[in-house]
């Protein structure tokens, strides 16, 4: 088997891309010196959350996703990130390429619930490979699988995700609402006479915290 080795050697927002994204920057060692054709490459993006300590707010804001902090010896598990794909051209011992990972601030996936929760610090990252190595040979193109235990561990700066998400949102977010919950969050506007859903939302929560009548 090509002794294939992966490490992560940096990351940053994507540039020019139709939707948020971060560009983690491989680079691919062959041991064995040969030369590599191509690696079709799969990589499961994972986030560790044990990897790190959390401050008091950090906890507030992950309560939807672990609970309260007295359960997360068992609740606090690995959340999965997404799933990407890439091929690596040819080369012999070394390679750097490009792995762009999608990123989503819909709220009601876990991923981007964590990262929203983590503005300070790292995010611990482990990049779990898989795919197929395709090789040269007398009698033509030999193929074999990428190593089962082969993957990478990264500390993400948090920054960065939020760097990602502001050149599309930014200073913002979104949540997906029924269009009956927008409907009447839409006349609640019209009747406060107020312009944005920011300001819509702020009154209802002064009036949920004064308990006054919507």
Same mark, same amino acid.
């Given at each position: 088997?090509?002794?294939?080795?992966?490490?992560?050697?940096?990351?940053?927002?994507?540039?020019?891309?139709? !939707?948020?994204?971060?560009?983690?920057?491989?680079?691919?060692?062959?041991?064995?010196?040969?030369?590599?054709? @191509?690696?079709?490459?799969?990589?499961?993006?994972?986030?560790?959350?044990?990897?790190?300590?959390?401050?008091?707010?950090?906890?507030?804001?992950?309560?939807?996703?672990?609970?309260?902090? !007295?359960?997360?010896?068992?609740?606090?598990?690995?959340?999965?990130?997404?799933?990407?794909?890439?091929?690596?051209?040819?080369?012999?011992?070394?390679?750097?390429?490009?792995?762009?990972?999608?990123?989503?601030?819909?709220?009601?996936?876990?991923?981007?619930?964590?990262?929203? @929760?983590?503005?300070?610090?790292?995010?611990?990252?482990?990049?779990?490979?898989?795919?197929?190595?395709?090789?040269?040979?007398?009698?033509?193109?030999?193929?074999?699988?990428?190593?089962?235990?082969?993957? @990478?561990?990264?500390?993400?700066?948090?920054?960065?995700?939020?760097?990602?998400?502001?050149?599309?949102?930014?200073?913002?977010?979104?949540?997906?609402?029924? &269009?009956?919950?927008?409907?009447?969050?839409?006349?609640?506007?019209? &009747?406060? @006479?107020?312009?944005?859903?920011?300001?819509?939302?702020?009154?209802?929560?002064?009036?949920?915290?004064?308990?006054?009548?919507?």
């Amino acid at each position: 088997m090509t002794p294939i080795a992966i490490a992560i050697v940096g990351a940053q927002p994507s540039p020019q891309t139709a !939707s948020p994204a971060i560009t983690f920057r491989l680079r691919i060692e062959n041991a064995s010196g040969g030369r590599v054709h @191509a690696i079709a490459l799969r990589c499961q993006t994972r986030i560790e959350p044990r990897g790190r300590r959390y401050t008091k707010q950090e906890q507030s804001r992950l309560y939807e996703l672990f609970g309260d902090v !007295s359960q997360w010896d068992r609740t606090l598990r690995g959340v999965t990130w997404a799933h990407s794909t890439i091929v690596v051209p040819s080369f012999d011992r070394e390679i750097e390429v490009d792995l762009p990972v999608a990123c989503s601030y819909d709220l009601e996936v876990a991923s981007a619930k964590y990262l929203h @929760a983590v503005r300070e610090g790292d995010v611990p990252i482990l990049c779990v490979f898989s795919g197929t190595i395709f090789t040269m040979a007398e009698s033509g193109v030999c193929m074999e699988p990428v190593s089962w235990d082969l993957d @990478a561990s990264y500390r993400l700066p948090a920054r960065v995700w939020q760097s990602a998400m502001d050149q599309f949102f930014p200073g913002g977010g979104w949540l997906r609402l029924q &269009r009956d919950t927008i409907d009447r969050l839409q006349a609640f506007r019209g &009747r406060q @006479a107020v312009v944005s859903w920011d300001e819509a939302i702020d009154r209802l929560l002064a009036c949920e915290r004064s308990g006054e009548p919507v």
